[in-house]
């Protein structure tokens, strides 16, 4: 697979991440821990080197991945993510220094590493000033425990607050098809800033793959239960965008996820988007879209469909909403 690089940081990873969120939260049962070995191995196999994860998925999520990349560990990026009081996202926000370090050595002993390649806020804590944040992550990568600082889900003014302290590496925020809001700020200030984008729920969480409608049902611990978005009568309206992009997959010769996912890599060479999966046959069709090509008229047409429909629904919980975009 081809690589990319984040930024003006130089860090490289594969032109497609894998998020391991899935593997063990948010989307129903937790795989076996050898199944989600097994997979992240696959991954790495088919050219991913770029694996996702974070404190708040539960202490099982970093020990998949620190087990499963432990004999090619030189060979790959490891993100994970501190910003949670008692690494619980339904507690709030918890970004002290104190706590930061504190994270970092827990998350050093479950990944099974002596450094965390990038380390995110997961949020933005409005009771800790974002210099405090960012001098924190600064102490880590002079000590060697970090190598790059990223945010997640920030806005543009703490953007700029934390990379005059520490160089931001990359931004991790939702980004698809059917959430193109960072295109209005958040894409021309990493720009600006020399900063790379790693989208996640490239796929929409799920829907963009054609596998979900307003008949679809979720397993009671499935986050998207709680998503408006998701919401039967909204699915069968946001349905005109999923016709769409079947009808460009098949003009191509590609899945909808595939288009999806070449979609975002089209449109900055600095964006690596970070699908998950729990199953190979997904996995390895959402690495295929790396060898799918959008041309200047593909684009314009997804452009022209894009505009002609209106996406119903919000992507969070009004409660989770508040979370982003601080």
């Given at each position: 697979m081809q690589k990319r690089t984040l930024g003006n940081s130089g860090l490289e990873v594969s032109a497609l991440g894998f998020g391991c969120m899935g593997l063990s939260f948010g989307y129903g049962p937790a795989q076996t821990k050898s199944d989600a070995i097994a997979l992240i191995r696959q991954a790495f196999d088919n050219g991913v080197t770029f694996f996702d994860t974070a404190e708040a998925y539960g202490a099982l999520n970093e020990e998949m991945v620190g087990e499963a990349v432990a004999p090619f560990r030189d060979a790959v990026v490891i993100a994970t993510k501190f910003g949670f009081k008692g690494g619980d996202s339904k507690q709030g926000m918890d970004s002290r220094p104190e706590r930061i370090r504190w994270v970092v050595e827990q998350s050093l002993q479950r990944l099974k590493t002596d450094r965390i390649d990038l380390l995110y806020q997961h949020r933005v804590d409005p009771n800790v000033p974002m210099a405090e944040v960012a001098g924190a992550v600064k102490e880590l990568i002079a000590a060697g425990k970090v190598r790059h600082f990223g945010l997640s889900e920030a806005g543009a003014s703490s953007i700029r607050q934390a990379h005059a302290v520490q160089p931001v590496a990359a931004l991790q925020s939702e980004y698809s098809l059917w959430w193109r809001e960072p295109e209005q700020e958040i894409l021309p200030t990493l720009e600006e800033l020399g900063i790379g984008f790693v989208p996640f729920s490239p796929l929409g969480k799920g829907f963009l793959t054609g596998k979900i409608d307003d008949k679809t049902e979720f397993t009671q611990d499935d986050f998207r239960n709680i998503v408006p978005r998701f919401t039967?009568?909204?699915?069968?309206?946001?349905?005109?965008?999923?016709?769409?992009?079947?009808?460009?997959?098949?003009?191509?010769?590609?899945?909808?996820?595939?288009?999806?996912?070449?979609?975002?890599?089209?449109?900055?060479?600095w964006i690596v988007p970070i699908p998950g999966t729990t199953k190979l046959h997904r996995l390895q069709e959402n690495i295929g879209a790396a060898t799918v090509t959008l041309s200047t008229t593909d684009l314009h047409q997804i452009a022209d469909a894009l505009k002609a429909i209106k996406i119903q629904g919000e992507r969070y919980p009004a409660a989770l909403l508040a979370r982003v975009g601080r």
């Open positions: 039967a009568e909204a699915r069968k309206a946001n349905q005109a965008l999923v016709d769409e992009i079947s009808r460009i997959a098949a003009d191509k010769k590609a899945t909808s996820a595939q288009i999806a996912l070449a979609w975002l890599l089209a449109q900055k060479p």
